[in-house]
């Protein structure tokens, strides 16, 4: 009743805890049908359990057909008569309830024996393949359950249902699967095709913003040297108004001081003309020397 952690949504559309509903699955493990806590829906096989993952395109896209998710993936079963180090099971018995490596499968091939023991490709998960029930081989499949059954289920928890053989009832559902595969592969394709669009969208802007990139920098480059060069004709032109100022400069200083000169020493002569107490030499000076 929490908030969810991992959500995962199963096949009947109702979301738990990845966590919770696995622990929850796995004690029917034994019984091989799995139900849903809310609904009460029950799938066979045991549903793959995903984490809902966001839709980071939020553009319509054709959704996947709905599968019925496959009960768990293969794995690697060892012989149970191997002693020391076992080998691969290739094999295994549904009568015997044992898995048996290709050295230990002989006997049932060549010993009268074991002649009516059912032998099956080894695919792990041996318990799966017999009847909680009963223990028998699941041979038979119950439609109006949609489960296997083994054969004493047919005349005592199936009895009237509509019963088929396992093969009979793969025909049918294999008809079915290959049309959903065949949609699944357009849908593969269409998905290419959208990705192999999506990566040259991306060349295509990685090779845009590289060209814009080498344009900016030719450009600021190129407006960089003008104004290194503006500031050169710049300075080289204050440089020449300087100097033309100060030769102009120089040159008035140079009459200036020239003028200031010769005014200090007319300056001197009056000042002697004006200290002379000889009222006779005073007025002899020549007129010139008394007009400024």
Wanted: charged content about 30%; glycine content about 2%; aromatic content about 6%.
């Amino acid at each position: 009743m929490d908030s969810l952690r991992d959500p995962v949504t199963i096949p009947c559309g109702d979301t738990y805890c990845l966590e919770c509903i696995k622990i929850y699955w796995d004690q029917f493990d034994h019984m091989g049908v799995y139900s849903c806590p809310q609904c009460h829906s029950t799938f066979t096989p045991r549903p793959v359990l995903r984490r809902n993952l966001p839709d980071v395109n939020h553009e319509p896209r054709r959704q996947l057909p709905e599968l019925t998710p496959f009960p768990y993936l293969h794995q690697e079963t060892f012989c149970d008569f191997c002693v020391g180090r076992r080998n691969k099971a290739v094999k295994s018995c549904l009568m015997c309830l044992a898995s048996y490596c290709e050295t230990h499968v002989k006997p049932h091939y060549e010993s009268a024996t074991f002649k009516r023991h059912k032998l099956v490709d080894e695919t792990g998960h041996l318990d799966r393949k017999i009847c909680p029930q009963h223990e028998k081989g699941l041979e038979l499949f119950c439609r109006s359950d949609q489960m296997c059954v083994c054969v004493l289920c047919t005349v005592r928890e199936h009895r009237g249902h509509n019963i088929t053989s396992a093969e009979e009832e793969r025909v049918d559902k294999q008809k079915i699967l290959v049309v959903t595969q065949t949609e699944v592969q357009h849908i593969i394709q269409e998905r290419m095709k959208e990705l192999q669009e999506l990566k040259h969208n991306v060349d295509v802007l990685k090779s845009g913003a590289q060209r814009a990139q080498a344009e900016s920098d030719k450009t600021f480059h190129e407006m960089l040297q003008a104004v290194e060069r503006w500031k050169a004709e710049i300075h080289q032109m204050i440089m020449a108004n300087m100097q033309s100022a100060m030769l102009q400069a120089e040159g008035y200083v140079e009459r200036l001081e020239l003028e200031i000169l010769e005014l200090q020493r007319r300056d001197a002569e009056l000042r002697h003309i004006l200290d002379t107490e000889d009222n006779i030499h005073f007025l002899q000076v020549p007129r010139e020397t008394c007009v400024s």
